[in-house]
Structure formats: C-alpha cells, structure tokens
C-alpha cells in the first residue's frame, strides 16, 4: 500500500470573487492511495475561512502515522477509518475530506462499483446544479453570463456595494432562475432590504447573509423574509445542523467542510429529520473534489456543483454537470482518473 500526495495549483478561468476575496489561483492537495493494482483518488481542498494554507495541512500530513492505515484496506469500513484519520490528520475537515474521497474511490475500484451502488444512491435523480457568476467588473460579469447560457440556474455572489448594478447587467442578458449568496456580506437590516427587492428579481434563495454565528440576527430575518434562507458558513458538521433548525430554511453541506461523504450522509439525515432542504456545494475544486459530493446528489434538493466547470486546469477527468446536469455514474469508484502525469511526495508505503 502507498499513501502519496502532491500540492496542485488550480486556475481558474476567471479570477473568483465573493463578499470577502477575489483570487485567481488556489493551492489545492491531491491524494492517492494505491496497493499496485487498484488505485483512489481524493482532493483536499482548504477553506481559508476556517483553515491554514495548503502548505501547512501538507505539513500535517507528512507529520501523520499512517502505519495502521493498511488495516482498512482489506474490507471497506468507512466509520472506522474515519475516526481513523480523523485523529491523524488533527481534525482538519479538508484532510479528512482527500482521504476519505480516495478511500472510496479505491474500494469502487477495487470492488469494480460506481459509489452511487456502493452506498445505494444509484438510480436516483440529481437535481439540476447552478452555475457561479463570481464578483467581478461589470463587463467580465456580462461575459460570465454569456459563457453561462447553456446552464439553466445561475448562482450569483452578491455583498457588495454594487450589488443592485450587478443584478441589473445580469437581468439584462438572462431572466434565468437565480440563487444568490452574499458570503456574510450584509447585516440584518441591510439583508431584509435586499431580499425583499431580491424577491422581485426571479430569485430562488438566498445563502447566508448576513456573518455566521448570529442566530438571533438570522432569525429576526427570516421571520420577515419573503424568500427561503440557506445556511452556508453557518453549516460546517453534523452538530450544527440542529442549532440552525429555528432560524434557517435548509443548509448547504460542503464536504471539505464537514470532513468527506461519511459525515455528510449523517448531516443529510439529521437535517431530514427537521424537515429542512438541503444544497450539496463546493469550492472551487478539481473533479477529484466535486465527485464525493456529486455521488451524493440524489439525497438532496439542491445542487450548486460547478467547482471543476470554473477551472481552466482541471487536473482530472470526472463527473461535471455539464450544462447543469450529470451524466450517469457508469464508471467504478468516484469515476475520476488523472488527465496529466503528476509528481506525487510518498507519505507512507508498506
């Protein structure tokens, strides 16, 4: 067995702007995990909202004790391994998400399964996912638009100061459905304003808008919002699904956030015990990130998947929604392959 990673710089075709940054280039880790014959892959991307940069959680990794990793690698048990590496990789959410993506792509492999079968989501259907129209100059965000026409549901990041010009360029070009996230950008009086002129402009809901952590704020809000609200930086692990329950309308799961598929099947469940909807999202990352979360998506209401479409270096061929839908999972495992030969660092082999 050989655990082995690499650093990879992801391109975006557009520089990628939010309520808080606008970035043009992200440092994502990729991770294989091979026994010479069968091999999985995984990404762990890091959120700069809650985590150090790439080249430290490497750090970590290479610092981990990996030895007793190849007692999981005779029978798939996903529980056990992720308490597993959860404690090796110090509980950081993206870690845990790349190895747990590769654990589950090596058992498909290996078992010669699409996931979907493996953990008996096969067969149903996926919503339609959103296309993101990132922050940008108003001229770049008309040409985004335009590049977005074979897409049926756009995702608008709004926060900001213009954010009335940028709704007004977009309802030029595209009466499409639109959700809109203001990444925390607003407070509670701003955010009641905006929505309700949001509300006339064919949107669907809006994500987490105003700062995590202010649940009182958030539910002032929606006891007056005319439209539904979504949890975003608010929603990171299975234990703050039942905080958000009186004062959301549904949650966005992001697996680098939560820690991989197996946490994020229980954040699912829980959160369909209160009822509540659900969004499967992403970063900006390669195939090998999106398609943990994508195996997923029949579970939920919502998906807003386009990490890897916005990439202009896809490391990775893998499931893409492609004018906002999936194919069918046909290949085994995550169906993610390298497209280029990489330089991988060892971290362990036995």
């Not at 992720?82 to 078992?111: P, V």
């Not at 949650?251 to 956030?257: A, Q, S, T």
């Amino acid at each position: 067995m050989e655990l082995s990673a690499n650093i990879f710089t992801l391109i975006p075709t557009h520089q990628f702007g939010i309520s808080r940054e606008t970035r043009s280039e992200y440092q994502s880790i990729l991770i294989r995990i091979s026994d010479g014959n069968t091999t999985g892959y995984g990404e762990a991307f890091p959120s700069n909202r809650y985590e150090d940069s790439a080249e430290s959680n490497f750090n970590v990794l290479q610092d981990a004790d990996f030895s007793e990793m190849v007692t999981y690698l005779d029978t798939f048990q996903p529980l056990p391994f992720q308490r597993f590496i959860s404690e090796q990789c110090r509980e950081i959410d993206s870690l845990i998400a790349g190895l747990s993506g590769a654990y589950y792509d090596y058992f498909g492999k290996k078992y010669d399964l699409p996931i979907p079968e493996m953990i008996g989501t096969g067969g149903l259907p996926l919503p339609v996912s959103s296309f993101t129209i990132g922050i940008d100059n108003l001229d770049v965000i008309r040409q985004k638009v335009e590049e977005a026409k074979p897409y049926p549901l756009l995702k608008i990041k709004l926060g900001t100061e213009n954010d009335e010009e940028i709704m007004q360029v977009i309802r030029e070009l595209t009466d499409k459905p639109i959700r809109v996230d203001a990444n925390e950008g607003w407070d509670k009086q701003v955010a009641l304003e905006k929505i309700e002129w949001l509300n006339t402009e064919n949107v669907e809901f809006i994500e987490q808008p105003i700062p995590a952590g202010n649940y009182d704020d958030v539910r002032w809000l929606q006891e007056r919002s005319p439209l539904p609200i979504i949890a975003d930086e608010d929603c990171r692990h299975v234990e703050d699904v039942p905080l958000l329950m009186d004062c959301y309308d549904g949650i966005n799961i992001k697996l680098v956030k939560c820690g991989g598929i197996t946490p994020a099947i229980q954040m699912i469940h829980t959160a369909r015990t209160y009822h509540k909807s659900i969004m499967l999202g992403c970063m900006v990352e390669s195939s090998a990130g999106i398609a943990p979360a994508a195996v997923l998506g029949g579970l939920v209401d919502y998906l807003d998947l386009d990490g890897n479409l916005l990439l202009s270096n896809d490391p990775f061929d893998g499931p893409r929604a492609e004018n906002g839908e999936f194919g069918p999972f046909e290949r085994n495992g995550l169906g993610v392959s390298p497209k280029t030969d990489m330089h991988w660092t060892v971290l362990y082999t036995e």
